[in-house]
């Protein structure tokens, strides 16, 4: 059994704030902020150049990639890192889309993250040839499998409300129907036990600033099936997944497998944060992290519409339905948000209406779950929210 006061004490957590925003923005590791240190210091200072030899940097985006896939169900040699997960959803759809000839339609659904429905549209118009991007509703996935789909797109944890979908069925589902899939972790790696081996998924994505903790502009991953990686063409073809990089040949051939997934220069200080930040789950289960997840979002919804009969529930009751979040609705979300993180309760606010409280057991228990019920029924009980200061907008929500 996982101990979490022991994964908690490697956090830097400040005083007096009650952090449930793990799911955008994961809080410091201390053996990150030692270890960036020690990379600057030790190894961009010292070393210079030769740390790309010396101290491993050029094979830190498949050593980390192989310690994500740990977490998440794919083999030693399936995942990389580098660039931002934006970059990373346009490399594996282009790829899987060249994979699935004669088919024209990517197919997601209307609560996919913006980012990934946008460059899959882009995507559509640089193809042209009638490729297009259709999106239906999360639970109509199954059924606009048509023969027309080449790839199905999918965010396994809506980014608003939490909703989980089944990454096997739906797997299967698009396989029966001759489409690829490509599902985007952004929400799952970290949060709960994802098998994308054992769901036979084709291509996935992920961030790593929110659930595992990698810091701002922390690197993405990437993971291709082995049955693919040495047959996707990269439609980012930079020097460091050509097969030969410092042959420095005047025309791109694929690297082998995986490693052809890389584009450019990886960023090593992040690359050092986030493989220190992934020693926390040597001492910690997936299994035992989602199981207190579902525990402290119980407890967290139960508490909340017991004392803010106002807030609606926007996250799937049932707990095997939904990720490690718990969303509510109302009207005056955005500023009942801001009088929350005033009294350093942080979550955040997805327009338009919808309050997003992320439970990171990792850092976060009961007992904060049980003081941000209750500064939030206070907020709601005195209409604390009600001041223009709290409703002007700020660029980052
Ligand atoms: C957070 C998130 C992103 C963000 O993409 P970046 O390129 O890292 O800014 C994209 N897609 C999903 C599903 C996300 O949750």
């Not at 980012?115 to 118009?125: H, K, N, P, T």
């Not at 291509?203 to 693919?228: D, E, H, M, Q």
């Not at 910690?284 to 919804?301: G, H, M, N, Q, Y």
Request: aromatic fraction near 8%; hydrophobic fraction near 50%.
């Amino acid at each position: 059994m996982t101990d979490f006061a022991a994964t908690r004490a490697r956090f830097h957590l400040p005083e007096g704030l009650i952090y449930l925003d793990g799911n955008s923005l994961g809080p410091l590791p201390l053996a990150a902020a030692d270890r960036v240190a020690a990379t600057i210091r030790d190894e961009w200072g010292d070393m210079l150049i030769r740390g790309w030899n010396a101290a491993g940097w050029m094979d830190m985006p498949a050593r980390v990639g192989d310690r994500i896939g740990r977490l998440i169900g794919a083999a030693p040699g399936t995942v990389v890192m580098g660039d931002t997960l934006s970059i990373k959803v346009y490399q594996a759809l282009a790829a899987a889309v060249e994979l699935n000839p004669g088919r024209r339609v990517i197919l997601s659904d209307s609560g996919n993250f913006p980012s990934d429905l946008y460059i899959a549209e882009g995507l559509c118009r640089t193809l042209g040839q009638g490729f297009r991007l259709v999106t239906v509703a999360p639970g109509e996935v199954e059924a606009a499998l048509s023969p027309e789909v080449a790839v199905m797109m999918l965010t396994e944890v809506d980014y608003r409300t939490g909703r989980l979908h089944d990454m096997a069925g739906l797997t299967a589902a698009a396989h029966a129907a001759g489409a690829l899939t490509v599902w985007d972790l952004a929400h799952s790696a970290g949060a709960l036990p994802v098998d994308l081996a054992g769901a036979g998924a084709d291509f996935a994505v992920g961030c790593t600033y929110k659930y595992l903790n990698s810091g701002p502009g922390g690197p993405a991953f990437i993971y291709v099936a082995p049955r693919w990686a040495d047959r996707a063409r990269p439609a980012l073809s930079g020097w460091l997944g050509h097969d030969a990089p410092f042959a420095f040949e005047p025309s791109y051939r694929p690297g082998r497998g995986i490693e052809r997934m890389r584009v450019g220069t990886p960023p090593i200080l992040q690359l050092a944060a986030l493989e220190a930040a992934l020693d926390v789950w040597d001492i910690a289960d997936i299994r035992d992290v989602r199981a207190r997840s579902i525990e402290l979002t119980e407890a967290f919804i139960s508490g909340v519409e017991a004392a803010c009969p106002g807030l609606v529930l926007a996250s799937p009751r049932a707990p095997a339905a939904r990720g490690s979040q718990v969303s509510f609705r109302h009207p005056e979300g955005y500023a009942i948000m801001q009088a929350l993180i005033a009294r350093g309760v942080i979550g955040d606010f997805r327009a338009p209406d919808i309050l997003r409280f992320g439970f990171t057991p990792l850092f976060i228990g009961m007992q904060e779950v049980r003081d941000a019920v209750e500064v939030l029924a206070e907020v709601m009980a005195t209409a604390a929210w009600d001041r223009p200061a709290y409703r002007a907008r700020a660029r980052v929500t």
